[in-house]
């Protein structure tokens, strides 16, 4: 008989120690720790996945930031705080972020959007607003590389409880797996289910049923 899987919730934490660098990330990831006021207007652009809330939670708190969504709108433009607003372009109430935006202008506030879609192929209604965004500091994070795939199944499935004690599984992994993040994660969530079923330490030919 078939083991049920049950499905658990495990939270993430987003700290800077638990931020893994590498090729894809570091520019992104050193703009962020960076504190030169220069960088108190940026947007923040990646890949679903690719671990840009992760960043900007990293930011959050050494900037003493509070998060904008559009719910709490009336109470941000009435302090003085710095701001978050992550997937900036979802739901996006494009007034009330231009009115922010000036907030943080005129009060010498700093503010991070973060979105994984590119601003130059969204049309704004508000000319403004897009006029604004265009004097922001624009930061990427890259698509993975080979460092950070492994290290990043590594750490997601440690998350897990699971360890992977064969190395050449990566070896097949890399060789076959597409390079998203989307797909990274996946793939952990794949292996996570495959591992409650199985009860079997990983091996290549387990592996070789998900890729």
Not at 18 to 39: G, P, R
Not at 97 to 114: A, Q, R, V, Y
Not at 121 to 148: A, C, G, H, V
């Amino acid at each position: 008989m078939k083991q049920t899987t049950f499905e658990y919730n495990i939270l993430p934490k987003h700290n800077l120690e638990n931020f893994y660098v590498s090729e894809a990330n570091k520019d992104a990831y050193n703009f962020i720790i960076n504190e030169n006021k220069f960088n108190n207007y940026s947007i923040l652009y990646g890949p679903s996945k690719s671990g840009k809330t992760h960043l900007g939670l990293i930011w959050k708190e050494m900037n003493n930031a509070v998060i904008y969504n559009n719910e709490n709108y009336n109470d941000i433009i009435q302090c003085e705080n710095n701001l978050f607003v992550d997937s900036f372009l979802e739901d996006l109430n494009e007034e009330n972020l231009f009115h922010l935006i000036n907030h943080c202008f005129n009060n010498d506030l700093k503010i991070l959007l973060c979105t994984d879609k590119l601003i130059s192929n969204y049309i704004f209604e508000l000319k403004d607003l897009s006029s604004r965004l265009k004097s922001f500091n624009f930061i990427e994070i890259k698509k993975p590389d080979d460092e950070l795939i492994v290290n990043l199944i590594n750490k997601l499935l440690y998350d897990k409880q699971i360890i992977i004690n064969n190395s050449e599984i990566f070896s097949y992994v890399l060789k076959r797996i597409n390079r998203t993040y989307k797909d990274i994660y996946l793939l952990v969530d794949k292996i996570d289910k495959l591992s409650l079923e199985k009860k079997r330490e990983l091996t290549i030919p387990l592996i070789k049923e998900l890729i």
